[in-house]
């Protein structure tokens, strides 16, 4: 009996000493078979795990719980989580069996889809990009982070926490499209930073979900910053110094990044290169000064694969992986993501021990890790959490995914050309068609980098979709694969002279252009602007050329050149690809004998440069004739071009407040109202564009020659009157950059453009500008 008192008191003291800011629960077995005790993701918790501790009440705040998890773990075990969180693939952060904690695995790429799984395949990011349109991205988003958790919990509950299997997405990819060269062009949203923010901030809502207490999939925004190319063409990225000045900084490169952060994302990612000298993963003012504290961003860092110990290895900037991971930590880095054995962070407890890094900032590091996982509801009962009810077979590849695939990819056909109307065609009406060129039927290759896992039966390519519409199609691919090195000159040649109608598919593909992989050149893979030479000179008639690539190529020979009919830039379509070609290229009758077709929408998402002439080295951070802000000279194809099958006519413009009185305040927001007359032939959906363009600037302030503030997407039916585009951009966007003072308000005037392309555009599109202007005064 004095046994048994005594146990009473000892757990009674146990219960009354828990700490005052956590609701206190004892320290007891809740049963006596482990078997009946599970994890959050239904999986049995290992060893003595059926304690309870205050950390996994749901009733109590996140910031109580985290309070109770941090005084219980020990420095080993805190600095496993920041060493492996990422882990050597596919190893997850280990559990912590006597507090019944489950592995964790951070490393997950939602790119467009979770990269090597089964799950549906989106447009490359590029191809997303040229929809202009944040509500489409929402919408993708959304449906990767619905498979995100229904991966997850499919494979946790069975005991699997591998790569690609946790809910921390490195996606977006919000770096700029710097260069026409660089490899990983194909993964962001383009040039422009305010096309990049407004995107950035749809996706990151739409992967992080809208509920009140839970999120869906944590968004993280890559990477921090000025890491645009080159990946190993002229230098590596791994050795890389970035030159930029602060001007450009605070104008190009850091506005989207601010927006991913206002728009809740709970992860960043710290790059590769260096910033003027000083590696972005050991960069402190870069890390807590600006983007924690001036920025006041609350997620947790990671690093990008083996970035930390990239600071001995590539930038000679340590001695050691210790001094590496001294550095990373101090500087506000998490996590380490890796993928060697070289794992600096696990050198932290030494760090400690030798005081180069206070035990308080590995508590913090940590902590941001752990509230992440509780934000996510892995510390509360799953039948609190609304995304732990996902069955995975009723997501992936579901109907409506794939039909969502087929939008996207329709949306981002950018029509480069189309002389004398060659598109669209009439479904029936050809004979004898003729696709030709090595990605014509490459099923792997027009999925783009980071692709999730290809599936036959849900993939269609050019030939799959096309051969459908016609009578005979013949298929000759020419090339050995998309490298081009070997040709089949006669048999193309004999394709393109008996066939009535040719459709070339050329382009790059993820073996040619990609992470590591920079383009050498403009030019077309091997043998492929040979394949295009011939077909072009034994063509019946004007050919019809799809491009499938990330990067711009060298298309001035066959833009000015008669017999190319038509062009579009098709970028990575993924699995969609076929499906969505048959309805952008060819119109059909339906029964009561109307047409329907889909016209292309999509817009150049970047510059289309004549030549590398005309673009500065890669090497070159400076913004001077860069992108369409700076450019001086004409490019091929101009930032926000597209052609449409349609014709648009913009009318009555209407842009309020037209002066804003610096001195006795103002409205936050300018209201820009269009109408949009649809010409014919057909109904088809229009981008709205709106620049801004500051005149009669000191010399000693440089701002874009011009910017995009505002877009806006619709159907405009041929049938009715008109469409009403109503647009805003912040007030703040007229502010411009002096040197010493940051963003300010001068007076001057601005003029406003609104229409479907660029002011000062000389390439002929399928609508007008129109103009106004607002005043600034004191």
């Known amino acids: 009996m004095l046994f048994l008192r005594t146990?009473?008191?000892?757990?009674?003291?146990?219960?009354?000493?828990?700490?005052?800011?956590?609701?206190?629960?004892?320290?007891?077995?809740?049963?006596?078979?482990?078997?009946?005790?599970?994890?959050?993701?239904?999986?049995?918790?290992?060893?003595?795990?059926?304690?309870?501790?205050?950390?996994?009440?749901?009733?109590?705040?996140?910031?109580?719980?985290?309070?109770?998890?941090?005084?219980?773990?020990?420095?080993?075990?805190?600095?496993?989580?920041?060493?492996?969180?990422?882990?050597?693939?596919?190893?997850?952060?280990?559990?912590?069996?006597?507090?019944?904690?489950?592995?964790?695995?951070?490393?997950?790429?939602?790119?467009?889809?979770?990269?090597?799984?089964?799950?549906?395949?989106?447009?490359?990011?590029?191809?997303?990009?040229?929809?202009?349109?944040?509500?489409?991205?929402?919408?993708?988003?959304?449906?990767?982070?619905?498979?995100?958790?229904?991966?997850?919990?499919?494979?946790?509950?069975?005991?699997?926490?591998?790569?690609?299997?946790?809910?921390?997405?490195?996606?977006?990819?919000?770096?700029?499209?710097?260069?026409?060269?660089?490899?990983?062009?194909?993964?962001?949203?383009?040039?422009?930073?305010?096309?990049?923010?407004?995107?950035?901030?749809?996706?990151?809502?739409?992967?992080?979900?809208?509920?009140?207490?839970?999120?869906?999939?944590?968004?993280?925004?890559?990477?921090?910053?000025?890491?645009?190319?080159?990946?190993?063409?002229?230098?590596?990225?791994?050795?890389?110094?970035?030159?930029?000045?602060?001007?450009?900084?605070?104008?190009?490169?850091?506005?989207?990044?601010k927006?991913?952060?206002?728009?809740?994302?709970?992860?960043?990612?710290?790059?590769?290169?260096?910033?003027?000298?000083?590696?972005?993963?050991?960069?402190?003012?870069?890390?807590?000064?600006?983007?924690?504290?001036?920025?006041?961003?609350e997620g947790f860092i990671v690093s990008d694969m083996d970035a930390i110990e990239n600071i001995a290895n590539g930038h000679k900037y340590a001695p050691n992986y210790l001094e590496s991971a001294v550095l990373a930590v101090n500087a506000g880095v998490d996590l380490e993501l890796h993928g060697t054995a070289n794992i600096s962070y696990k050198l932290l407890v030494e760090a400690v021990e030798q005081e180069k890094v206070l035990y308080s900032t590995i508590l913090n590091r940590t902590r941001k890790l752990f509230e992440a996982r509780m934000k996510l509801g892995l510390f509360d009962p799953p039948s609190l959490n609304p995304y732990t009810d996902i069955d995975i077979n009723e997501v992936i590849q579901s109907d409506y995914h794939r039909s969502l695939a087929m939008v996207a990819a329709t949306k981002s056909f950018v029509l480069l050309k189309n002389i004398n109307n060659r598109l669209p065609l009439v479904e029936g009406s050809i004979d004898k068609l003729a696709i030709i060129g090595p990605m014509s039927n490459n099923m792997d290759q027009i999925f783009g980098g980071y692709t999730p896992m290809v599936v036959r039966q849900f993939t269609t390519t050019p030939y799959d979709g096309l051969k459908m519409m016609?009578?005979?199609?013949?298929?000759?691919?020419?090339?050995?694969?998309?490298?081009?090195?070997?040709?089949?000159?006669?048999?193309?040649?004999?394709?393109?002279?008996?066939?009535?109608?040719?459709?070339?598919?050329?382009?790059?593909?993820?073996?040619?252009?990609?992470?590591?992989?920079?383009?050498?050149?403009?030019?077309?893979?091997?043998?492929?602007?040979?394949?295009?030479?011939?077909?072009?000179?034994?063509?019946?008639?004007?050919?019809?050329?799809?491009?499938?690539?990330?990067?711009?190529?060298?298309?001035?020979?066959?833009?000015?050149?008669?017999?190319?009919?038509?062009i579009m830039q098709c970028f990575y379509p993924a699995q969609s690809t076929g499906e969505a070609l048959k309805r952008v290229l060819f119109k059909n009758i339906g029964d009561n004998g109307d047409w329907s077709m889909v016209s292309p929408s999509g817009r150049l998402p970047y510059t289309w440069p004549m030549d590398l002439k005309q673009v500065p080295p890669m090497e070159d951070y400076s913004m001077v004739n860069r992108t369409y802000r700076y450019l001086t000279s004409r490019p091929l194809y101009p930032f926000g071009y597209g052609l449409s099958y349609a014709s648009f006519f913009y009318f009555d413009l209407s842009v309020y407040p037209t002066v804003i009185n610096i001195s006795s305040g103002f409205d936050d927001v300018i209201n820009v109202g269009v109408s949009v007359k649809n010409a014919g032939p057909v109904d088809a959906e229009e981008v709205v564009q709106v620049y801004i363009s500051w005149r009669f600037l000191p010399k000693e302030i440089v701002m874009p020659n011009v910017q995009l503030v505002a877009v806006s997407r619709q159907i405009v039916m041929l049938s009715a009157d008109r469409a009403q585009f109503k647009l805003q951009f912040k007030s703040e966007q007229l502010k411009v950059f002096v040197d010493d003072v940051g963003f300010t308000y001068i007076p001057g005037k601005i003029d406003v453009y609104v229409g479907g392309q660029q002011p000062f555009d000389k390439r002929i599109v399928n609508s007008n500008v129109l103009q106004s202007r607002i005043e600034i005064v004191i």
């Open 470 to 566: 016609v009578k005979q199609a013949v298929l000759v691919e020419g090339c050995e694969s998309n490298a081009c090195k070997t040709y089949d000159q006669p048999g193309v040649i004999k394709a393109a002279s008996d066939a009535d109608v040719v459709v070339v598919c050329l382009g790059t593909g993820q073996k040619i252009e990609g992470e590591d992989k920079d383009m050498p050149d403009m030019s077309l893979p091997g043998l492929q602007t040979q394949l295009l030479r011939d077909v072009v000179s034994h063509a019946k008639s004007p050919i019809i050329l799809l491009l499938f690539t990330g990067c711009p190529i060298d298309l001035v020979e066959f833009n000015y050149t008669q017999n190319v009919g038509a």
């Open 259 to 297: 927006d991913c952060i206002e728009a809740g994302a709970l992860n960043l990612m710290c790059s590769y290169n260096s910033i003027n000298g000083v590696p972005a993963c050991a960069n402190k003012s870069l890390l807590t000064d600006l983007i924690r504290k001036e920025y006041k961003f």
């Open 7 to 257: 146990i009473a008191l000892l757990i009674f003291f146990a219960f009354c000493c828990e700490s005052k800011k956590t609701k206190k629960i004892p320290s007891i077995c809740t049963t006596t078979s482990k078997s009946q005790e599970k994890n959050h993701d239904g999986t049995e918790k290992p060893g003595c795990s059926e304690f309870i501790y205050p950390f996994w009440d749901h009733t109590l705040s996140i910031e109580e719980r985290l309070d109770d998890l941090m005084r219980r773990l020990t420095l080993q075990e805190m600095v496993d989580q920041m060493a492996n969180g990422g882990g050597v693939p596919p190893d997850p952060a280990p559990a912590i069996e006597r507090l019944g904690i489950p592995p964790y695995n951070f490393d997950t790429e939602c790119l467009r889809g979770v990269a090597d799984l089964n799950s549906t395949a989106f447009p490359m990011p590029i191809g997303l990009a040229a929809s202009f349109s944040p509500d489409l991205l929402y919408e993708v988003a959304s449906a990767i982070s619905t498979e995100v958790r229904a991966i997850h919990h499919n494979a946790t509950k069975h005991g699997d926490y591998g790569g690609m299997k946790g809910l921390n997405c490195f996606a977006p990819f919000m770096n700029l499209a710097h260069h026409p060269l660089w490899g990983r062009l194909q993964e962001v949203f383009g040039e422009d930073p305010f096309l990049i923010g407004q995107l950035t901030k749809s996706y990151v809502k739409g992967l992080q979900g809208n509920h009140p207490k839970y999120i869906k999939a944590i968004a993280g925004c890559k990477t921090v910053l000025v890491h645009s190319g080159p990946e190993n063409i002229p230098s590596s990225r791994f050795t890389f110094d970035a030159k930029v000045t602060w001007r450009d900084l605070q104008l190009t490169f850091l506005p989207h990044f």
